[in-house]
């Protein structure tokens, strides 16, 4: 039989005690209440979306997406079929019933190439309805997609993949094929791309993590980060924004505006490096091979190596020969710091 603990037993029952039972019980009475409500509530704010498609297994699925507002999710989902799901929800009182859907989302299908677009409806502003949708689709997967506001996430299919989004973010990832990503204000963020990558944001970072078939990276203002890429190019146009690269596995050019800059890796390719104020800042293991070429107008240099010597101080310009030599290094910042380790 289970014990009760009373206000007469051995356990101490304080007025801290009193006023968490209080707590509890009206707690207890609101969470029920709210119990009692949701049903309704659920559906006056949100409304659902379902259908399977039937594709092909012996051809590609070419998708074409194109919604406004909300979080845009594309996976590898099983082959043979399309699967598409969508769940709006409203916070501004707006009523969503069961015709909304139909009234804003059309699915159309041709053999193997199908499009899923969003179109404004007058009854329901925009203002206020977020959207979720996720279309799984087959592995072998082509895709064009833009979102207006919003996030997409885009993983394990065959690509080549196409993303835009106005105002938000775009991830992708396990693509085999190559990877166009462009973004308004937003952030990038792909991974693990069998094919080149072209990426581009006017205001945000970008981020790239093994791509070895190369990354072209542009943002007007925002980071630059990448890691165990092949041939690349990087470009910071305006701003603080700096670059970040580590196992470059090919030629490498890269620029700054006023942020800094640097590489930690061994060149296999000939690099062209440069910021218009910025630090650039090199890192070699100890046998790395190369030459280097270092400029910066009116700024200084530290070197950081037993195996190079060390430049005057009044001296703005040097050339070194590393083990030997190698591929070559051309580093030039205008009123920024060179820093060689």
């Not at 289970?2 to 039972?21: D, K, M």
């Not at 929800?89 to 041709?110: E, H, I, K, P, W």
């Not at 997967?141 to 775009?170: C, F, N, W, Y």
């Not at 700096?242 to 090919?250: L, Q």
């Amino acid at each position: 039989m289970a014990t009760t603990l009373s206000r007469h037993s051995s356990f101490p029952y304080s007025a801290f005690g009193v006023r968490l039972e209080r707590r509890l019980v009206s707690a207890a009475l609101v969470a029920f209440a709210w119990l009692m409500q949701a049903p309704a509530s659920r559906s006056q704010v949100t409304a659902e979306f379902h259908r399977t498609l039937t594709v092909s297994s012996t051809q590609p699925v070419m998708l074409d997406v194109e919604v406004s507002d909300g979080d845009l999710q594309i996976f590898y989902g099983r082959d043979g079929q399309v699967s598409i799901s969508a769940v709006a929800r409203t916070s501004n009182g707006t009523r969503l019933d069961d015709t909304f859907f139909s009234r804003t989302l059309a699915v159309d299908q041709r053999e193997n190439h199908l499009s899923v677009l969003n179109t404004p409806n007058a009854a329901y502003p925009e203002a206020g309805i977020t959207v979720l949708y996720r279309i799984d689709v087959p592995y072998r997967t082509e895709l064009t997609s833009r979102l207006t506001h919003g996030r997409q996430s885009i993983s394990g299919i065959m690509g080549p993949v196409k993303a835009a989004v106005g105002s938000g973010d775009i991830k992708a990832d396990y693509i085999a094929k190559g990877v166009h990503a462009e973004v308004e204000n937003g952030n990038l963020d792909i991974q693990v791309i069998g094919e080149r990558v072209e990426a581009k944001a006017r205001s945000g970072s970008i981020s790239c993590t093994r791509v070895l078939q190369g990354v072209s990276a542009e943002t007007e203002d925002g980071d630059i980060t990448l890691m165990v890429v092949g041939p690349s190019r990087a470009l910071v146009k305006k701003g603080h924004g700096r670059i970040d690269v580590g196992g470059a596995r090919g030629s490498l050019t890269g620029s700054t505006a006023e942020g800094d800059l640097h590489v930690k890796a061994v060149p296999h390719d000939d690099w062209q490096l440069s910021s218009a104020s910025g630090n650039v800042r090199l890192e070699f293991p100890p046998a790395a091979k190369l030459e280097l070429e270092a400029l910066t107008t009116t700024g200084e240099f530290q070197i950081d190596r037993d195996d190079m010597a060390k430049p005057g101080p009044d001296l703005h310009q040097f050339e070194q020969t590393l083990n030997g030599g190698g591929k070559r290094v051309a580093v030039h910042t205008g009123s920024g710091k060179i820093v060689i380790r």
